[in-house]
Structures are given as C-alpha cells and as structure tokens.
Nanobody, 121 residues
Framework: QVQVVESGGGLVHTWGSLRLSCSFS????????MLWYRQAPGKQRDLVAA???????NYIRSVKGRFTISRDNAKNAVYLQMNSLKPEDTAVYYC???????????????WGQGTQVTVSS
C-alpha cells in the first residue's frame, strides 16, 4: 500500500506565502510524475502544476511566476511554494503521484487527503 501525507496549508493574507509538502511512502519502485491540483468550493478539481521524472515542469497560466513545484526523489516528496497569494487561490489543494509500486505491472494514481489554503483579502 502507498501512503500519501500532505501538509502545509493554512490561512494567509493577500500577497502572503505558503509551502505545501507531500510525501509518498510504501514500496515505490518508480515515480513518473507528481502533481498538485486544487478545488475551490462549487468548482471542479483543476491541475495547478506538474513535475516529471526528467524535472520538466508545467504550470497553469494563473500561477506562473508565483508558484514553484519541486521534488525530492530520495524522499519521494513533492513541494509547492506559493508566493504572492491571491484570494482566488483559495481552495483545497491535493497532491497526486503517478507511481509504480513494487510488484505492480502499471503506474497508478495516488492522491493525498487535501489541505485547505485560504487567502484573505
């Protein structure tokens, strides 16, 4: 079984910063991609940022230049540094890993439990 633990959410004022962390554990053989999604109340869950095994990164336009995704392969961890936060960034943030667990034949998605980020105006 793969365990996923997220941390780092909270309440900040506009233009504040937060750093989200997410770690995956449990007989992981390979990690292809690690991603951060977010879901605001009444809206669908949207991809925010992704980082791949070759360290290539992608961001949605609204967070480019403000958010930075990074990973620590030794710890099977992914981070999201969020700067210059705006009220519209308020959402529950979920980490996702596209992983291959030892003994499995295919990569699978594994999700974190979500962490609330609230940005007050």
């Amino acid at each position: 079984q793969v365990q996923v633990v997220e941390s780092g959410g909270g309440l900040v004022h506009t233009w504040g910063s937060l750093r989200l962390s997410c770690s995956f554990s449990g007989n992981i053989f390979s990690t292809y991609a690690m991603l951060w999604y977010r879901q605001a109340p009444g809206k669908q869950r949207d991809l925010v940022a992704a980082i791949f095994s070759n360290n290539a990164t992608n961001y949605i336009r609204s967070v480019k230049g403000r958010f930075t995704i990074s990973r620590d392969n030794a710890k099977n961890a992914v981070y999201l540094q969020m700067n210059s936060l705006k009220p519209e960034d308020t959402a529950v943030y979920y980490c996702n890993g596209f992983l291959l667990k030892q003994g499995d034949a295919d990569y699978r998605d594994y999700w974190g439990q979500g962490t609330q980020v609230t940005v007050s105006s």
